[in-house]
């Protein structure tokens, strides 16, 4: 009966990969091209990556709520293991070489994820690649024995969740005065754009590593 | 162009995004005040909109300034407006009703019904398919984080089962999206529309069947439903009642909303197939209703029967409208008188501290009022008059006979006839005398009140069809 059902699904699986390729193989030409529309646009985005461009500017819309979206996936998790035992875990017992190293590559990687997020105004890079390495060196901080798991976040650690969010939200509401939300005056783009992106390095930074951190505490308890 | 910061608009996503982040902040159980103000707002600034759509029909936000393709508008036409108005007036006396149910330990409840509610909204504003997907992403989480909330094993599993299909889901109508990029080069959909030629590639059928299958597992349509009776059923009340109320009827929205205004062509093929769906969802979803002896279950498999009228719709609609408003007076009525039950039977729980019908003995006695909001929401899901539901069957009834389609009609009644069933057998046992030893706990009267505000709306809703009617007309330009 399993193996049948199993069989079933595969078989789907495979009828829909096979439209899906068909499908895309006779794809007619789009009539409406984006990438000129974007690259018509790119001198008053305040940026020179139209990546960036799309992502904080064109359609900064969506990543303010992609935002809201990585903070709750954090608030989720803190919700399913908040239920559970609650332990203090202080990582793992210290490798000397491998806390040595952590310790040595952690400024590298903060040094990395800053160039990373002034990178993103003219090439790939950008807030979230820049979070992503922050977040990496706060696991590995953890890994070494040298940052505990987080149960609980306190009032400064939650300011630093939340503030990429709030400081976004709080910009968007107040460029409402140039007629829009999110509308940026063309000559602080640019500046206005860093200094969101900025304050996402660090909120992203913080909730990725805390995806990690608060399951950490969980597992120690296990 | 500073009136711009009086436009309600922006304000009805801005504000719930803003206090769901300040909740977080405030720490876990903290936030209650602050989000029964802000939604206070929240109502009043959706009353604001819906008097600027009826006098001057649909408004648009030009987010960024840069209008679409290039950047996302948004778009509130009378559908729209009727959805938030529904969002607003659930969530108000609900949040009331939640500041007392968890006192003290509320977790993290507010930052997640504020994100939820922010989600909705913007949901609901939203004319961009993939801007679409990221509230609906937004909105899964939020749903799952709330099923989880109590932490019990029983609700993580439910939240994880919501969670893989919700995910899914969503997986398929982002493949959906990617696909009509593919081949129109645009996810706007007022620029999408007058693309859509009469001969539409192959692509776009699997597009649409795609973003279709996503939206009804999202919306719990037979035989999707299976996820929802312990999802809904395990949850805190309050989260019963948002989750039952608003976040099935917004991939419910979104469907009618693709239907109408993406692929008008390709809604013909399908209608009769979602109206049988639908149709099978409200005789199985009755029957099992009837079935169970959890107070609670009973209430969320009546939820599986009252969302297939919604599909009952799709091979009615035409241009005279009827249908439409059909749909959306059904998806509203439910909403309040959905919220009105969750919200009852959490204080009948409360009251009694057992969840089996058996349980109920008595309660009519001891908590009047809150038998008295389950009877109202009750003859909404039956469909009397003057309630709302009535108006909503009216109208689906009058639709099916305008189309020479009377089998719809016969489900129409057969469904009302097994929720009167399902909502006596709860009445029935509630009047009975409680045994000697049964012992009632007081319940804070804010939360009895809360339930019968959200019943009697749901009622009184039917008398004022004709303002909701006329806002519905204000179509999409």
Do not use: C
């Amino acid at each position: 009966m399993k193996s049948a059902l199993r069989l079933a699904v595969v078989l789907l699986a495979l009828v829909l990969a096979g439209t899906l390729m068909a499908a895309i193989l006779e794809l007619p030409g789009a009539n409406q091209s984006l990438p000129a529309a974007v690259a018509a646009h790119m001198a008053v985005s305040g940026v020179e990556h139209p990546v960036t461009a799309v992502l904080l500017n064109f359609r900064g819309y969506d990543t303010l709520l992609e935002v809201a979206v990585l903070l709750l996936a954090l608030l989720g998790i803190g919700a399913a293991v908040h239920a559970g035992s609650e332990t203090e875990d202080g990582g793992a017992e210290g490798d000397p070489v491998l806390a040595a190293l952590a310790r040595l590559l952690t400024p590298l990687l903060i040094l990395a994820a800053g160039y990373l997020l002034w990178a993103g105004a003219h090439r790939p890079g950008g807030a979230f690649q820049a979070a992503a390495v922050l977040a990496g060196a706060a696991v590995l901080l953890h890994l070494s024995g040298q940052m505990p798991a987080w149960s609980s976040p306190g009032l400064l650690l939650r300011l630093g969740l939340a503030g990429g969010l709030l400081i976004f939200l709080a910009l968007a509401a107040g460029l409402l005065g140039q007629g829009a939300l999110l509308r940026y005056p063309p000559e602080y783009a640019g500046a206005l754009i860093l200094l969101i992106e900025a304050s996402l390095t660090i909120s992203l930074g913080l909730i990725l590593a805390g995806l990690f951190l608060m399951l950490a505490g969980r597992r120690g308890g296990a | 162009m500073t009136d711009a910061f009086l436009d309600p608009l922006p304000w009805l996503i801005v504000l719930p995004l803003a206090w769901a982040a300040m909740a977080f902040l405030m720490g876990a159980g903290r936030g209650a005040r602050l989000a029964i103000v802000a939604l206070a707002m929240q109502l009043f600034l959706a009353l604001i909109l819906a008097t600027q759509v009826l006098e001057s029909g649909p408004v648009t936000h030009v987010v960024g300034g840069w209008g679409a393709p290039l950047g996302i508008d948004l778009l509130a036409d009378g559908l729209s407006v009727a959805m938030l108005l529904l969002t607003q007036a659930v969530a108000l006396p609900l949040a009331v009703y939640a500041q007392a149910y968890f006192s003290r330990e509320a977790g993290q409840f507010w930052p997640l019904a504020g994100f939820l509610l922010a989600a909705l909204n913007a949901l609901f504003l939203s004319a961009d398919l993939f801007n679409l997907y990221v509230t609906l992403e937004l909105l899964s989480l939020a749903a799952v984080g709330l099923v989880a909330l109590g932490g019990k094993p029983a609700q993580v599993a439910a939240a994880l089962r919501y969670l893989l299909v919700s995910l899914t889901a969503s997986g398929a109508y982002l493949m959906g999206v990617a696909l009509i990029y593919g081949v129109y080069g645009t996810v706007s959909i007022a620029t999408l529309a007058p693309l859509m030629g009469s001969a539409p590639p192959m692509a776009l059928w699997l597009s649409a069947g795609l973003m279709l299958t996503g939206l009804l597992a999202k919306t719990a349509l037979f035989p999707f439903h299976f996820w929802l009776p312990p999802a809904h059923g395990g949850a805190a009340a309050p989260v019963s009642a948002l989750l039952s109320a608003l976040v099935v009827k917004a991939s419910f929205y979104l469907v009618l909303r693709l239907a109408l205004d993406v692929f008008p062509n390709l809604t013909a093929l399908v209608a009769p197939g979602l109206g049988l769906l639908g149709a099978a969802a409200i005789l199985y979803g009755s029957w099992r209703a009837l079935r169970t002896h959890h107070i609670k279950r009973l209430v969320a498999w009546s939820t599986v029967a009252q969302l297939g009228y919604l599909f009952l719709v799709f091979p009615l609609l035409a241009p005279d409208g009827l249908a439409l408003q059909a749909g959306v007076v059904q998806a509203i009525a439910h909403g309040l008188a959905k919220a009105a039950m969750f919200a009852a039977v959490g204080v009948l729980m409360l009251a009694t501290g057992r969840d089996t019908l058996e349980g109920l003995a008595g309660v009519a006695h001891r908590v009047p009022l809150t038998l008295f909001a389950f009877g109202l929401a009750g003859v909404t899901l039956m469909g009397l008059p003057p309630s709302a539901g009535f108006l909503a069957k009216w109208l689906l009834i009058d639709a099916a006979l305008s189309h020479g389609q009377w089998g719809w009609v016969a489900v129409v009644i057969g469904g009302g006839l097994l929720a009167a069933a399902y909502v006596f057998k709860v009445l029935r046992q509630a009047f009975l005398l409680a045994p000697e030893d049964s012992r009632f706990q007081p319940v804070p009267r804010s939360m009895e009140w809360a339930a019968f505000v959200l019943a009697a709306a749901s009622v009184v809703l039917g008398l004022r069809g004709v303002e909701l009617m006329a806002l519905l007309a204000q179509g999409a330009p």
